[in-house]
């Protein structure tokens, strides 16, 4: 195909020459299912009640077996043809001899769902009926086995609720109600959690009532499938936590002011996030119900024969993982170290590789093979305790530990020992530094000072040198760029002001695009709209439109399956989507830390970890760039609430920052180059990130070498000529432009604002 024949003008064509569409295909819908079988996580399974086998009689509880939520709301959301619900899911099993089911039970279900429906309930927001009692005898007589699904939704824009009896973070108290009763009455119960985020778990943990719990996130279009899938065991659970589920909600630091302001958020906890505080801090180990990286199988596994190699600062690590037990598997073995407190205090353990096996059958082996830079142990000096603005490696032992979560390890033979002071890994400059963050947290729970001050944020900008190329003495066309007829340097010469900030301002939709596109679309020179479309967890397409795609499961449930290769091809496939309906931005991954379990989008995020997001969004991003499609790594940096979302100011370390919060998108950057990258809404010590000159250039551009272009995220607040100052190329996705005047008065350069349309024009030579 011609290029941007696509993006320009909207043909409807599929994207094999064949005839064939992949935009909610068969082979896609069966990724979707394999993915969410993959990121499930079995977090009890007590007495080996599943897998339910034999043709079992089972009755299923809850209004969330009919009430299933797929994934979360607004950019989240992917309009399919159809959901698989949880009763759907085992009606097919049914119809394979695997289960027998009470469909007068879920018929209940059915109809008082349907009725809440009518009366404008939304889907995820039911409210649980109470048991009739001639059904809870007629279901007694009928099995001792029971499953209960609890469904959870949430969304863009707003943030969870995290009180007692909320039906959010805790049970409602219909819910809790309905459990006691099942649990009472049924010898085996196992609980299905369609949720997206975290939830109370100590409800189960130790309730011997309550045999088993699968963790089924929202799992896309064939979630139901997928949940009878692993509970029948047609599929295996191997998913692995990658955050730490607590006994309560004021157990999580960033409870304390989560809700504090709606003004600001004081990243207090520092760089004690998830199990990084509570492996660290003093007692707060005992509030742990199921650790990050744990998760249950089927089968045992055996990790053995750990070997080490190291050449340099590279090191390599390999185990033997057999299957011990009597049912086939995977395991997910885990590589963490810890570093010593020195003057700079450091957390317990810190996760710094894994791998997963491939499907071990009963007492096959697999050796498995990890490897990491020992520099990845540097932390951030940002007060100048022992060297600063720089990351180093402390005097002492660094140790290892291996195993598959981060409670579950045993040390290995290996040390790195540093005998000087410190080791020098990378000197830096201090960018970003709080104004207004008090305090932060310390290795033993205490807390230190910080300096704040009342004065602004200011940068001194760099004077950019003027485009000396002189323009073509014919006209050129943006197809001349591309063929290597004319420099880009000369074609942008011959373009006005005007012109150029007309290019680096969103544009209306056309075709099926509702989130806008970029680029111009000026005829004269043969400049595109090249249209965008979000998100996560699938193309979205506005359902008036009458074109389905293919919903994935949740981020959080794929990066559960800790598989890089497998979020890739779900890349891969979207991004397939993406391009056969004429799209050429996909807004995705996010990647933004769990730092709270109620940020209301934590669904999209991978993780309370930077490593894992970082691998994950760097798989997701190779993928869908395979396809010359361009990914939006998202949402740059700290939009870690929803609440206020456009103003509220994230007041965060500088120490923490570089080590949690960013850390992730620079694993992203160096690894995969994403074509494109969103700026978030909020402020970050005291200025929008979209204006942000130290974190978008400075440390985007300059220290991780980041090639691509920067668009702000959609109708934001700040200012689009402080925004190119800054480096934040593209405006989204309509505004009022003041940027020409702008330049009249002298307040922006001709060679900034070129600057920005020449990384939108770069990027669009890398779409087809």
Not at 215 to 240: N, R
Not at 314 to 322: L, R
Not at 399 to 404: D, E, F, H, I, S
């Amino acid at each position: 195909m011609v290029k941007w024949c696509r993006v320009k003008y909207h043909p409807n064509l599929p994207y094999y020459n064949d005839g064939r569409r992949v935009t909610e295909c068969d082979e896609h819908i069966q990724l979707s299912r394999e993915a969410a079988c993959e990121g499930m996580v079995l977090l009890k399974n007590e007495n080996k009640v599943l897998p339910i086998v034999n043709g079992k009689n089972i009755v299923l509880f809850g209004k969330g077996q009919i009430d299933y939520v797929k994934g979360g709301g607004g950019s989240g959301e992917v309009n399919g043809s159809y959901i698989r619900n949880v009763y759907e899911g085992f009606k097919i099993k049914e119809k394979e001899g695997k289960v027998n089911i009470l469909h007068q039970l879920s018929a209940f279900y059915e109809d008082v769902v349907k009725k809440q429906f009518a009366d404008g309930v939304e889907i995820g927001k039911t409210t649980e009926p109470e048991i009739p009692e001639y059904l809870l005898n007629v279901a007694k007589k009928y099995t001792d086995t029971a499953v209960i699904t609890i469904d959870r939704f949430s969304g863009e824009g707003y943030d969870r609720k995290g009180e007692e009896y909320d039906g959010d973070f805790y049970l409602s108290r219909e819910e809790e109600k309905m459990v006691k009763t099942v649990s009472a009455n049924f010898g085996n119960v196992i609980v299905v959690l369609d949720v997206g985020g975290m939830v109370d778990t100590s409800w189960f943990k130790d309730n011997d009532k309550i045999s088993s719990v699968l963790l089924a996130w929202q799992a896309g279009i064939e979630g139901g499938l997928a949940i009878a899938d692993i509970l029948c065991g047609d599929a295996v659970p191997s998913g692995k936590l990658v955050d730490t589920f607590a006994d309560s909600f004021d157990a999580y630091p960033s409870s304390a002011n989560f809700n504090e302001s709606e003004d600001y958020v004081d990243y207090n906890d520092d760089i004690y996030v998830g199990y990084r505080y509570f492996e660290t801090i003093p007692d707060a180990k005992d509030r742990v119900c199921y650790p990050f990286g744990f998760g249950l199988s089927y089968t045992t596994f055996d990790i053995s024969n750990i070997t080490f190699t190291q050449n340099g600062d590279d090191v390599t690590v390999k185990a033997t993982v057999t299957n011990t037990g009597d049912y086939k598997g995977k395991e997910v073995v885990q590589v963490y170290y810890s570093a010593p407190q020195g003057k700079l205090g450091k957390p317990a353990r810190e996760l710094i590789a894994f791998k997963k096996t491939d499907l071990l059958m009963p007492g096959e082996s697999q050796i498995v093979e990890m490897s990491f830079d020992v520099k990845a142990m540097a932390s951030y000096d940002d007060l100048g305790k022992v060297c600063k603005s720089a990351y180093i490696l402390e005097q002492g032992t660094y140790k290892l530990y291996v195993g598959n979560s981060v409670r579950n390890t045993i040390e290995v033979a290996y040390t790195y020992d540093v005998e000087e002071q410190y080791r020098l890994v990378q000197q830096l400059k201090q960018r970003c530094a709080p104004r207004k963050l008090a305090k932060r947290m310390l290795s033993d729970g205490s807390y230190e000072s910080l300096p704040t001050t009342d004065e602004p944020v200011e940068y001194n900008y760099p004077t950019l040198p003027e485009n000396t190329a002189k323009a073509p003495q014919e006209k050129a066309m943006l197809m001349d760029v591309a063929s290597g007829k004319v420099l880009m340097d000369e074609f942008l010469a011959q373009l006005t002001v005007s012109e150029l900030v007309h290019i680096i301002t969103g544009q209306p939709n056309r075709g099926v695009a509702n989130t806008y596109g970029m680029g111009g679309d000026i005829e004269e020179y043969g400049i595109p709209t090249v249209m965008t479309a979000d998100g996560p967890a699938g193309l979205r397409i506005d359902r008036h439109c009458s074109i389905n795609t293919t919903a994935f499961p949740c981020a959080t449930l794929l990066a559960c399956s800790w598989d890089p290769d497998l979020i890739y091809r779900v890349g891969e496939a979207g991004a397939k989507e993406v391009k056969e309906n004429n799209i050429g931005v996909w807004l995705t991954p996010a990647m933004n830390i769990h730092r709270s379990p109620l940020c209301g989008r934590n669904f999209e995020y991978y993780s309370e970890d930077p490593l894992i997001a970082g691998v994950m969004a760097a798989a997701k991003i190779n993928g869908i760039q395979s396809q010359h499609i361009a990914a939006s790594l998202k949402h740059f940096a700290c939009n870690n609430k929803e609440t206020n979302r456009h103003e509220s100011d994230s007041r965060v370390s500088e120490r923490a920052l570089r080590e949690i919060y960013i850390k992730g998108f620079e694993i992203a950057v160096k690894t995969s180059q994403p074509w494109t990258i969103m700026s978030s809404y909020n402020c970050m010590n005291g200025r929008h990130t979209s204006e942000n000159y130290e974190l978008l250039t400075e440390i985007l551009r300059e220290e991780w070498g980041f090639r691509g272009l920067v668009t702000t995220d959609w109708w934001n607040t700040a200012g689009q000529t402080l925004e190119i100052r800054a480096g934040n190329d593209v405006k989204m996705p309509i505004t009022r432009n003041d940027t020409p005047k702008d330049y009249e008065d002298g307040k922006i350069t001709r060679a900034e604002i070129e600057l920005s349309a020449k990384r939108l024009l770069e990027m669009y030579m890398k779409i087809d």
